[in-house]
């Protein structure tokens, strides 16, 4: 017998282990030093089993889970193309050179990097290992990295097909991204974006547009929300009124954490990246602002004046604003001064969606970003876009209880298996009945019937089909209705019609 391994026991009984083949798999031999009798034991005894997990902020998903997701995914996706968008798909990987920079230094960290294959290490040097100097050492050992989001990876996409697209290009893409963060309540390491981007156009009618979007995807889906609108140019006036406009990107992170840290935290954060206490004192009242959106627009006049910035931004507001006008909105829109978005390419209009009846972070958010190509070389390129996160508003929607009932269901009709004969009879049907684009399933296994029926209630099924010697005789079928509980016997034909309709 070949020798698999040695495993220590207590002293007297050090063995050598080996499999025989007239053994089942959770069975073994082992041979003592003092004596050649076998002695068989459980496996399990001499190995531990492995604990199974998966990584921390990821989830396996069942399929009752599964069909919820499909319909957020449907739902947005049906309403994408009836603005004109087109899908399109990116690798789940791109280079390092592709992702870095594109999301502020706290975005940097939080992407996955990819270690080369082989000797990752080859290129190293050594110097940087022993110094721990991690961002000289990530572009030695690691040249590609997973996707923090689908906007870089498209804006990629643009420059590298320039020839082959048409401008304004309008895409949705629905793919999962990873991020390096925290795991909490909402906030995962893998999750399914759901974006939509029109690039080659300056006009803030498309703006105005995924505004509407965003309203009539939650209008679908039952979820009231609130639309927040602002401007990046805003934020820059901010900086530039206390004299510091190149703290532009720490004070927009600082604003942007109002809703999780409150007012006195982001005072304190405003002096940590480098505002003194009277500056602070100029930011605050202007992210504060109340009242209606028109009376707010109206005070930005007498706390900027005549700033540049200030007043395209404003501009930009009361464009988007007069255009919603002509729509019916649902949900309702607030221009928010405090509304920052903290990835640095934005530039103009930037949105972002709350649920106004769950305890949820953003579930959408986005806006303008007029620099993003030129960064890989297409210059003069603006786009604008927004990106619903469906991993949080399944979460909504299930704290809610939302979700429609026919997202539970099953196959249509499940066929009872009474025998190998009525076997037979109800696979014949079964094929018929998928032909004509109903979904059926035949019971496997000969067994009772409170059993197959337990099954078909399981899995939602609405109906089900009983056939015995008398419908085998009659050539007809019995229909059961799984809600109300109702029987009919008839012909094939009439019980397909009678499940179409």
């Known amino acids: ?42 496996l399990k005894l001499l190995i531990m089993a492995q604990k199974v997990s998966i990584p921390k902020g990821t989830r396996d998903f069942s399929p009752l889970e599964m069909a919820r997701r499909n319909y957020i995914f449907e739902t947005i996706r049906d309403v994408y193309k009836l603005y004109g968008f087109q899908p399109i798909e990116t690798p789940s990987m791109e280079l390092l050179s592709t992702l870095m920079g594109k999301y502020g230094e706290e975005g940097d960290k939080l992407l996955f990097k990819i270690l080369n294959s082989g000797d990752f290490a080859k290129k190293a040097n050594p110097e940087h290992w022993n110094t721990k100097n991690i961002n000289k050492l990530t572009s030695q050992i690691a040249e590609k990295g997973l996707r923090y989001d689908l906007t870089v990876p498209f804006a990629r996409y643009v420059v590298q097909n320039r020839n082959d697209i048409t401008f304004p290009f309008k895409r949705f893409q629905i793919q999962p991204v990873w991020r390096a963060d925290r795991p909490q309540k909402g906030r995962y390491r893998e999750f399914m974006q759901c974006d939509a981007d029109v ?17 009539e995807v939650f209008k679908r889906l039952g979820i009231n929300v609130t639309v927040k609108l602002n401007s990046r140019k805003l934020l820059t006036a901010i900086a530039e009124l206390v004299g510091k406009p190149e703290l532009i990107t720490a004070i927009t992170v600082s604003i942007d ?30 992210i504060e602002l109340k009242g209606s959106n028109a009376e707010k627009l109206n005070k930005l006049v007498q706390l900027f004046e005549s700033n540049e910035a200030a007043v395209e931004g404003k501009k930009e507001i009361d464009t988007v604003l007069a255009y919603l006008k002509n729509y019916d909105m649902t949900n309702d829109v607030e221009f928010d001064l ?4 903290g990835l640095n ?7 972002e969606v709350k649920a106004n009846d769950a305890q949820m972070g953003s579930i959408c958010g986005g806006g303008r970003y007029d620099d993003l190509t030129g960064i890989f070389g297409l210059k003069d390129v603006s786009g604008v876009g927004i990106s619903f996160g469906a991993d949080r508003i399944y979460d909504v929607l299930e704290q809610l209880d939302k979700f429609p009932e026919t997202t539970l269901q099953g196959p249509t009709v499940m066929l009872v298996n009474f025998g190998e004969k009525e076997m037979e009879y109800a696979f014949k049907a079964a094929i018929a009945l998928r032909k004509a684009g109903i979904a059926a ?11 197959q029926m337990n099954y078909a209630n399981a899995k939602n099924f609405p109906y089900v089909i009983m056939v015995g010697e008398n419908e085998i005789n009659d050539n007809t079928y019995t229909l059961k209705n799984m809600t109300s509980g109702e029987q009919s016997t008839s012909s094939l034909n009439d019980v397909i019609n009678q499940l179409s309709n």
Not at 17 to 24: K, V
Not at 345 to 351: A, D, E, P, Q, V
Not at 441 to 451: F, W
Request: hydrophobic fraction near 45%; glycine fraction near 4%.
């Open 441 to 451: 399933e035949v019971y496997p296994d000969q067994v009772k019937m409170k059993k």
């Open 345 to 351: 390419y934005y530039t103009g209009c930037i949105i």
């Open 257 to 286: 954490k109002l809703d999780k840290i409150g007012i006195d935290k982001v005072r304190e954060e405003l002096i940590q990246a480098g505002l003194t206490s009277d500056d602070v004192e100029k930011v605050i009242p202007i």
């Open 1 to 42: 017998m070949p020798l698999l391994a040695q495993i220590k026991l207590p002293l007297v009984y050090y063995r050598k282990i080996a499999i025989s083949p007239g053994l089942t798999t959770r069975m073994c031999i082992t041979y003592s030093f003092s004596h050649e009798k076998p002695l068989i034991l459980p």
């Open 199 to 215: 690039i080659g156009s300056n006009a803030l009618v498309h703006e105005a547009e995924l505004v509407m979007i965003i309203d």
């Open 338 to 341: 405090a509304l920052a978005r």
